[in-house]
């Protein structure tokens, strides 16, 4: 078996093996456990055959339902994997922001503050989804619709389990933009066109097309004032002991 840190997918850019990141207890995070990416639109046979190869068998999307209506996930009924809508806004596809008429980013206050709003406001899909990591049977491929912001918060939770160290995991969501970047384009069809300037260019600048190292800083600076430490901030999600020690395992057993 033939493992990537970068997966060479033909449609999608960020799509990562989180497999190879240095361990506190001693080891590396193992690859073909959990693959983080953008949402899986328009794959080719190809792609989809080496997502199949790559033995994942689980597909979890955090789209709300405009943006799986819209943009369906290639994942869907594919014999072998599982698909699972697990939508962090409820079914919505994003907080109380009217993209049609409207720029979000004029509300807009910062990553790491969006994220630890979300994670004390979610709680219930924290738990879920790390839930449905645990009872994976092999690989597990999740998305959101760039795979940076709620994938990324999901991956940083799975890392930080792991024993992965904060400059790491920071070094993992940051490189999700530059990764980005072939498929800026494609993704302000997705998104709208608050993601373009008054010519109707994209504008690379956008907030939303960022994940600035503070970000990821700030969310983990966060969790450890208030909870100590990420177990406990899972624990206040009522995910499981069980299944904490599961995702571990995962990453980093033999």
């Not at 406001?121 to 009872?135: F, G, P, Q, S, T």
């Not at 066109?193 to 109707?200: P, Q, T, V």
């Amino acid at each position: 078996m033939r493992y990537y840190k970068r997966l060479p997918l033909e449609k999608m850019s960020n799509c990562r093996d989180l497999g190879g990141y240095p361990s506190k207890y001693g080891t590396q995070t193992n690859y073909g456990v959990f693959v983080r990416s953008e949402a899986p639109v328009e794959l080719s046979e190809s792609d989809i055959q080496l997502l199949k190869d790559y033995k994942i068998t689980k597909s979890l999307d955090f789209r709300g339902d405009s943006d799986i209506s819209l943009f369906p996930s290639s994942l869907r009924n594919i014999e072998g994997i599982k698909y699972l809508h697990l939508p962090m806004f409820g079914r919505a596809d994003a907080a109380g922001f009217n993209i049609d008429t409207e720029d979000p980013a004029k509300y807009f206050s910062g990553w790491g503050k969006s994220y630890i709003q979300w994670i004390e406001i979610y709680k219930c899909w924290v738990r879920d989804v790390m839930h449905e990591l645990a009872i994976t049977d092999s690989a597990c491929q999740f998305n959101c619709n760039a795979g940076k912001d709620r994938t990324g918060i999901i991956s940083a939770f799975a890392l930080s389990l792991a024993g992965v160290d904060i400059n790491d995991i920071v070094f993992d969501y940051c490189i999700s933009r530059t990764m980005l970047k072939p498929r800026f384009a494609e993704l302000s069809r997705q998104w709208g066109d608050y993601l373009k300037d008054r010519k109707g260019r994209l504008n690379i600048n956008h907030p939303f097309l960022f994940t600035p190292p503070d970000a990821m800083e700030q969310f983990f600076k966060y969790i450890n004032k208030e909870y100590k430490n990420t177990e406990n901030f899972l624990y206040s999600c009522e995910v499981s002991d069980s299944d904490i020690i599961t995702i571990r395992q995962k990453l980093i057993g033999s």
